[in-house]
Nanobody, 125 residues
Framework: QLQLVESGGGLVQPGGSLRLSCAASRFGLDYYAIGWFRQAPGKEREGVSCISRGGALTNYADSVKGRFTISRDNAKNTVYLQMNSLKSEDTAVYYC??????????????????WGQGTQVTVSS
């Protein structure tokens, strides 16, 4: 079974940057579309971004467009989420998820089969 591990979260000031990583073990990510999701306390889970298995197609939530960039390195079995110009409202636990998908990707959580344990991102001065 595919296992995903997120890393790179932490405390950052508003306007700062973080890069999250989603590393896969047991199996390669080549055949999987990857999504990033987040959930803040008291709020529903939100789809942040996704990337197709080859990396050609990406999608972003309106709330992060122009600030976040998703990318992948299949040779390293890792997907990244570069987060710039962070705001306090970006504070949440961030999760990556994977699904075998032959075209495109989805920011719907119910599309995904495998999930990581999450990494906390806190944006505060």
């Amino acid at each position: 079974q595919l296992q995903l591990v997120e890393s790179g979260g932490g405390l950052v000031q508003p306007g700062g940057s973080l890069r999250l990583s989603c590393a896969a073990s047991r199996f390669g990510l080549d055949y999987y579309a990857i999504g990033w999701f987040r959930q803040a306390p008291g709020k529903e889970r939100e789809g942040v971004s996704c990337i197709s298995r080859g990396g050609a197609l990406t999608n972003y939530a309106d709330s992060v467009k122009g600030r976040f960039t998703i990318s992948r390195d299949n040779a390293k079995n890792t997907v990244y989420l570069q987060m710039n110009s962070l705001k306090s409202e970006d504070t949440a636990v961030y999760y990556c998820a994977a699904v075998r998908m032959y075209g495109g990707c989805s920011t719907r959580g119910d599309s995904y089969d495998y999930w990581g344990q999450g990494t906390q991102v806190t944006v505060s001065s």
